[in-house]
Nanobody
Framework: QVQLQESGPGLVKPSQTLSLTCTVS??????????WSWIRQPPRKGLEWMGE???????QYSPSLKTRTSISRDTSKNQFTLQLSPVTPEDTAVYFC????????????WGQGTQVTVSS
């Protein structure tokens, strides 16, 4: 079955770069018509879609985060990566990676999420 697993540091200092990796198993990240997203949930707030990388390698980002966000992939490792820079305490959140299909709303598979705290 498809599984996604986030990994990365749980604590990042302000002004530094947050870097997270999502390792995918059970399917290839270059499977046609599949999109791979990063989504976060700050404390006491709702889910926020940050951006995605498509099966083709093309990327899209949330307009509010576009200047600070980069999503890339390593097809040899079946992983995709989020970089957010520079971070502030407002970037403290649980970060999720998720899988969606073209022309279908929502995400059908999610990682368990990883807590990232931005603090000095």
């Amino acid at each position: 079955q498809v599984q996604l697993q986030e990994s990365g540091p749980g604590l990042v200092k302000p002004s530094q770069t947050l870097s997270l990796t999502c390792t995918v198993s059970g399917t290839s990240i270059i499977t046609n018509n599949v999109y791979w997203s990063w989504i976060r949930q700050p404390p006491r707030k709702g889910l926020e879609w940050m951006g995605e990388i498509a099966y083709s390698g093309s990327t899209q980002y949330s307009p509010s985060l576009k200047t600070r966000t980069s999503i890339s992939r390593d097809t040899s490792k079946n992983q995709f990566t989020l970089q957010l820079s520079p971070v502030t305490p407002e970037d403290t959140a649980v970060y999720f990676c998720a899988k969606s299909l073209r022309n279908r709303p929502g995400w059908e598979h999610w990682g368990q999420g990883t807590q990232v705290t931005v603090s000095s």
